[in-house]
């Protein structure tokens, strides 16, 4: 960083704000070796991942094991991207001055300063972030921003380290160590056994999801809660951590907010593939004159982390699936999904590609997908 630039204090003369650990971190070490070496380098990183990765806990985990000051903005709170540049200046300690544009005021008071400023949960604010973070770094060379989000900022320069959910291999990788670890707390001398791994791969090794479970273990067994997993957002209710991640639903919920309808409607369709699929499937699946632009729609859907790429195929975790089935089942298409998807399926079988469009031509003239789908739900 800057080596000429000042701190940045507070009137406490405090160099940071950072929240102290309460529960012990587990895993992520290649993770936080990488994001420590981006901002080392970069002006500008970016973690992404899907509701409940973790993304807020790498951040504040790697800015804590970093020299000089950081400072974090919680942003979850604010909805009113007017306001973004007097959220962070308030986490910082900085005054108001209601004569000029407070982005103004924020940019030139950290002009000649040298810190780490932590973003934390910008998706729903991408556009007034992008703005103001820009203006940022323009004006303050010193400053380097680590950003939360379920979808990059867009920035020149920006740097996007994706995080992934835990591995889930054996009784002692870190997704099993997280549910270990947490379940101790509600029953000492607990002890992991087949139905705890079967149960972390069920749960996709996302850490929200393992705590929530962990805390259901003063009432259920883990073979208990194993059996009653189809219904995971009743069984994964209450006592999470804050805000909108006290429940799996509420965290799965705030992305499907952060949709477009169309997106929506292709989160829901796309619940009835139970593996990967690529673009072409997706597109044979689930196109039709209510849903055109399939290809891109998936793109936008995996940058905003409701599926996963790996290469050119895609998955979605089984939380996001189980919501988008609720979707797709309320909006009256669940079966003429799972008619397509079948359809697909057994067309792959006999070695053709795209039985929709050779059947009718076009994926977007389908009998069944004449009518219009209600707009959202939620």
Known sequence: MHERADLVTDALGRRGNLPAETSTFLGRDADLAEVERLLRQESLVTLTGVAGVGKTRLALKAAGRLHGGAWLAELSGERNGALLAHTIGAAIGLREQAARPQGDVLAEHLADRRMLLILDTCEHLIGPCRALVGQI?????????????REPLGLPGERVHAVRPLPVTEEDCDAVRLFRERALAVRPGFECSDAVVRLCRRLDGVPLALELAARRLRAL????????IDD??????????????????????????LCTPEERLLWARLSVFGGTFDAEAAADVCADD???????????LADKSVVIRNGQRFRMLGMMRDYGREWLHEIGEDRVLAHRHREHSLALRRGMRHPRRRDSGDPARRPESSRPHPGPGH
């Open 137 to 149: 770094l323009r004006a303050a060379p010193g400053v380097r921003v680590l950003a939360t989000s």
């Open 221 to 228: 067994t883990a073979g208990e809660l194993l059996d009653r």
């Open 232 to 257: 995971r957002f009743s069984l994964l209710a209450g006592g999470g951590r804050t805000g909108r991640h006290r429940t799996l639903r509420t965290a799965v919920g705030w992305s499907h907010e």
């Open 290 to 300: 209510r849903l055109a632009g399939v290809p891109y729609l998936l793109a936008r």
